[in-house]
């Protein structure tokens, strides 16, 4: 199906929000929800009503990588949807928040659920929401675009060869949905040492992919214990280090989306 044109097609959660921008990676733990995270607050330190969805349900990252006083969703009872918990500004929904243990569910039941949970939350005007999408391109992810009028798709990936036919699937899944790729992150790129850099999966693939999909942008991400802890300790990096070399990244990522 094609996307909703008209503001009355859209879910009536969704009306609100000017730019949904979906997060994406076809493989696990190549550093997704780190960069929708650091995005999100990047833009909201840009000024921008930013809201995030971790799109995630079998793995939720967002209550380990941000730490929201209250860790609780809400439900308004009377217009039977759900208020978003928030953190420094934004507003953020993830299953990691509904509480109780995680259900065991099948495929088109974890689209049903994320499909309400998305819809159905109050998020109010937003300048951005940042879909933190669950990893591959598979039924969950495509339901999951044809839901949301996504405004552009961000790709992560980490340098190996392999990672490269990964990005093709995820190019090619956005693009039969008319969603633009508007760049590829290439998170753990190299590390600094002894006054070294050095490139431990290789170098080069981001430029084929540049060139091969005709993707406007490349963004590289060293590998950097401080990212990682700041995932950690629930502040994300470009707040605790607004000025650093990853928030420069983000802010220029930011332009971007
Ligand atoms: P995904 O969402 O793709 O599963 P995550 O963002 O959860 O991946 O990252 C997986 C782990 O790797 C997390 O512990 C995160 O803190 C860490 N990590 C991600 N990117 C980097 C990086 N550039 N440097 C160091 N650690 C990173």
């Not at 392999?162 to 008319?178: E, H, N, P």
């Not at 981001?206 to 490349?218: D, E, K, M, R, T």
């Amino acid at each position: 199906p094609a996307r909703p044109v008209f503001m009355e097609q859209l879910p009536p959660g969704l009306q609100t929000i000017s730019s949904i921008v979906a997060v994406s990676s076809c493989k696990g733990g190549v550093g997704k929800s780190t960069v929708a995270v650091n995005l999100a607050y990047t833009l909201a330190g840009m000024g921008a009503r930013v809201g995030i969805f971790d799109a995630d349900v079998y793995g939720p990252s967002l209550p380990t990588m941000v730490s929201p006083e209250n860790r609780l969703l809400e439900m308004n009872p009377e217009k039977r949807s759900i208020i978003p918990t928030e953190y420094l500004g934004v507003k953020l929904v993830s299953f990691g928040f509904a509480g109780q243990g995680r259900a065991i569910m099948r495929g088109p039941m974890v689209s049903g659920v994320i499909n309400q949970l998305l819809t159905t939350t109050e998020w109010g005007e937003l300048d951005y929401l940042i879909i933190d999408m669950p990893p591959g391109t598979g039924d969950i992810q495509l339901t999951l675009c044809q839901v949301v009028p996504l405004t552009a798709a961000v790709i992560v990936t980490t340098p190996q060869k392999l990672a490269f036919i990964d990005v093709a699937k995820g190019v090619r899944m956005f693009s039969k949905l008319k969603v633009p790729c508007v760049a590829v992150v290439e998170n753990m790129c190299h590390f600094d040492a002894d006054g070294k850099r050095y490139y431990p999966f290789g170098r080069g693939s981001g430029a084929q992919v540049v060139q091969q999909f005709g993707i406007p942008h490349l963004f590289d991400l060293p590998i950097r214990p401080t990212l990682s802890a700041s995932g950690d300790s629930g502040t994300p990096e470009v707040v605790t280090d607004p000025q650093g070399e990853v928030a420069r990244t983000f802010q220029e990522l930011g332009v971007c989306v």
